[in-house]
């Protein structure tokens, strides 16, 4: 029988990045991670950039169009015909981060989270919103280029921070066999 030891250092790292659904994801969340984690003694986190992110613009844009008493299909198409790409879809990524890049995340979460890049954000929003009261789009659409400002705002740094040196795999049973090795 052959007896392997486990590194019990907390500097392994690695990124990876799948496709997939809810369904995925809580498998993923609820059996891969704690499994590594107790393995390997290495933290690690599963993320889904839609549930952090894009949930508030899809509910604040749902929240619009039934303002103006329509769904958010018409407000998908009214922005298209005023030139504004409003993608409420889900991606489907998921983002699953070990040992060091656990931490690295939390910082930039925590960074973009910050009461200076919050004043940022603001600008960016306010800047958004000048622009579009001079190109003369109606209220409604102003408001969702708002947010749709404050998400990206918040969006670029964890996408940049996430695709750099991320392995791209192909299903979750691919994710299970490098975690597990």
Known sequence: MEVKNIQNTPNFTAKYHIKGGAKEFQKIKN???PLYTKTKMDPAIAVNPDELFRRSLRDTVSEIAK???YGISWLVSNAAN???ALNVNDSNDIFVFTGKDVLGLKNV???SD???QKIKNS???LNEITKCVFQG???HLITTKACMARVEAYEKPFYAFAQENCKKLQSVDELRKELLR
Do not use: D, N, R
Request: aromatic residues 14%.
């Open 109 to 111: 979460l925590k960074k």
């Open 67 to 69: 303002g103006e008493g």
């Open 82 to 84: 005023h030139g504004i």
């Open 137 to 139: 789009l109606p209220e």
């Open 31 to 33: 059996a891969f991670l």
């Open 123 to 125: 600008f960016t929003t």
């Open 114 to 116: 910050s009461f200076s």
